[in-house]
C-alpha cells in the first residue's frame, strides 16, 4: 500500500505563492500518475492537476491555469504544486492521490490512494 504524506500548506495573502509537497512511499511511485484535489466544508472533493509518470503529460482544471505548475521527481518520490498568483477561492484542505493508470485522468475514481491532507487558506 502507497503511503502519500503532503506538506508545505499555509495561510497567505491575495496574489501570494505557496508550494505543496507529497512524497511517497514504495519503489513504483514512478509508475504512478499522481494528482492533487482539493476540498472545502460542503463541497465535493474537486480536481485540481496531474502529471504522468515522466512529466510530459500534465492536465489541471480551468481556474488554475497559468497559476498552478504541477511537477515531479522520481528519484525522490516527490509531486509539487507550485500555487502563484493565489485567490480566496483556492482556500481548500489539498489532497494528493496517486493512480495505477497510465493516462492522465481528472476524476476521482480513477485514484485510490490519498495522503491525508494539507491546509491552503488565502485571505483577501
Known amino acids: 500500500q502507497v503511503q502519500l504524506v503532503e506538506s508545505g500548506g499555509g495561510s497567505v495573502q491575495t496574489g501570494g505563492s505557496l508550494r505543496l509537497f507529497c512524497v511517497a512511499s514504495?519503489?513504483?511511485?514512478?509508475?504512478?500518475?499522481m494528482g492533487w484535489f482539493r476540498q472545502t466544508p460542503g463541497k465535493e472533493r474537486e480536481f485540481v492537476a496531474a502529471?504522468?509518470?515522466?512529466?510530459?503529460?500534465?492536465k489541471y482544471v480551468d481556474s488554475v491555469k497559468g497559476r498552478f505548475t504541477i511537477s515531479r521527481d522520481n528519484a525522490k518520490n516527490t509531486v509539487t504544486l507550485q500555487m502563484n498568483s493565489l485567490k480566496p477561492e483556492d482556500t481548500a484542505v489539498y489532497y494528493c492521490?496517486?493512480?495505477?493508470?497510465?493516462?492522465?485522468?481528472?476524476?476521482?475514481?480513477?485514484?485510490?490512494?490519498w495522503g491525508q491532507g494539507t491546509q491552503v487558506t488565502v485571505s483577501s
Open positions: 502529471i504522468n509518470w515522466n512529466g510530459t503529460s500534465t
Open positions: 492521490a496517486k493512480s495505477p493508470r497510465v493516462v492522465v485522468f481528472s476524476t476521482r475514481g480513477a485514484y485510490d490512494s
Open positions: 514504495g519503489r513504483t511511485f514512478r509508475t504512478y500518475v
